[in-house]
Structure formats: C-alpha cells, structure tokens
C-alpha cells in the first residue's frame, strides 16, 4: 500500500501506517482510519446465463466483473445497485426484485491504496435477454455467458471469485 507521509493536522512528514487500519500522527495526536467501504456486485441472471461486463481500466482491467460499484453516502445497498445499473448498462430496474445473496470482504487497490471493502451481492433475473449501449469508459465489453462456461480465473476480483465458486455449486 502506497503510505501517507504528511499529517493533514500539523503537517509534518509523520504519520505512521498501523499496518491494517489506520494512520496516526506522534505529533498532534491526529489519526485517519482507513474504514471498510460498502460495495455491491450484481448478478443479472436469464434462465442459465450471467451477464457479466469486461473491465476497461485498472484495477483488473481486462477481466470479467459484475455490474455494480461502490455505495454512495447516504444511498441503501439496493439504491446503489439501482443507480450503478443503470449508469454502467442503462438498464432500470425495480429493487423490489432485487434478491441479496451474501457478502463477502474484498481489497480494491486503486492508485497503490489498498480499500478494504464489504461486497454485497445480489441476483437480478430478468425476463429476457437484452443488449445495451456501454458507459465505454469503464466497460469494454458486455457479454452474456452460461454459467458452465465461466471461468473463475476470468473473474477481476477475489470476492466474486469466491462467490461464484460458491453460487455454481448451488445452482
């Protein structure tokens, strides 16, 4: 993990990284936690087959994720996966439909800072298949795949690895 030298209190190059949650200064007594950020992952299912985006930028850029993003200050979970949805795949959907399946902690490092997440996933079934216009910037690709055909080392992130290994043996 990239380390904070500067205390934003004082100043001074001096704080020091605890090695798992928190900065703090010797100086002024200043400390910053590193808290864990909610995140949620959605599964958009038809009958057998997932739809999962492919990652346009780092971290993992190249690799299969699910549709989702972190949580807004003052936004529910399901809000969230409302709003991320719709803003990646331009699909609107009614959260009364949303069914959550489990979470599950993940490390999202962005910019060499390691973000200690809780990942909330929920499944999504839709009625039919559908196809949509890319927010390009963050996705390159969107693909539906059956789920014999998905490979965990195609997957970006250790939780929804984790995840799919448990939600295949399910299914």
Excluded: H
């Excluded at 973000?115 to 839709?126: A, G, M, R």
């Amino acid at each position: 993990m990239k380390i904070l030298k500067y205390c934003p209190s004082c100043g001074k190059e001096s704080l020091n990284w605890d090695g798992e949650k928190k900065w703090s200064c010797p100086n002024c007594n200043f400390t910053l936690y590193n808290n864990v950020a909610g995140a949620v992952a959605v599964v958009i299912r038809f009958e057998n087959e997932i739809y999962l985006t492919r990652r346009n930028r780092d971290p993992k850029k190249g690799k299969l994720d699910l549709a989702g993003g972190f949580i807004d200050p003052r936004e529910s979970a399901e809000e969230t996966c409302q709003r991320e949805l719709y803003e990646e795949l331009q699909l609107d959907i009614d959260i009364s439909n949303l069914k959550y399946l489990r979470s599950l902690p993940n490390v999202y490092q962005y910019k060499e800072i390691d973000y200690n997440t809780i990942d909330l996933f929920y499944e999504y079934s839709v009625p039919e298949k559908f196809e949509v216009n890319l927010e390009t910037s963050e996705i390159s690709e969107a693909l539906w795949i059956t789920l014999e055909e998905l490979k965990l080392e195609d997957i970006a992130f250790d939780s929804q690895k984790i995840f799919f290994k448990e939600y295949l043996k399910n299914i």
